[in-house]
């Protein structure tokens, strides 16, 4: 339920961009885009995950991986969507999509092979960068 405002709100900015644009890429875009915006600024994270199984956010966003230079990778992440759905209509979002793509690999690898913990909050926007990557490198 936790991802059900996130959710709505991505399919009303795909159905708008794809209805405005004609072109499904442009849809997906802003779609994964906005969902990743909406759920890395105003989803509880820890309301998500049960204690005793792998699924640990609580382990994850605990982490002294957690947060760069203070500040907590969901901001981050809110930053990198928003500069995406800027940059891409520019034709500039092989770089972001680099950085993206990048960040998505190290932290599945701290999670997996150091913590031992699966974040679903950090999945759903790890998923959410993959699809907003390859949207935008395919719409423009």
Known sequence: MEYAV????GVVAFTLAYLLSGSPYVGLLWGSGT???VTALAVRPAA?????????CDVVLESRYSRLF????????ALWFALTL????????????????TAVAVLVVIEVAVLRAI????????????????????AY
Do not use: E
Request: proline letters at 7%; a positive charge.
């Open 35 to 37: 969902f990743g915006i």
């Open 48 to 56: 998500m995950c049960r204690r005793g199984s792998i699924v640990r």
């Open 6 to 9: 996130p959710l709505l709100i």
């Open 70 to 77: 203070g500040v907590p990778l969901q901001y981050y992440a």
């Open 119 to 138: 974040c679903i909050y950090c999945t759903a926007l790890h998923v959410a960068i993959v699809a907003t990557t390859l949207a935008a490198l395919m």
């Open 86 to 101: 800027a940059l891409a209509p520019m034709g500039l979002a092989l770089p972001l999509s680099a950085i993206g793509l």
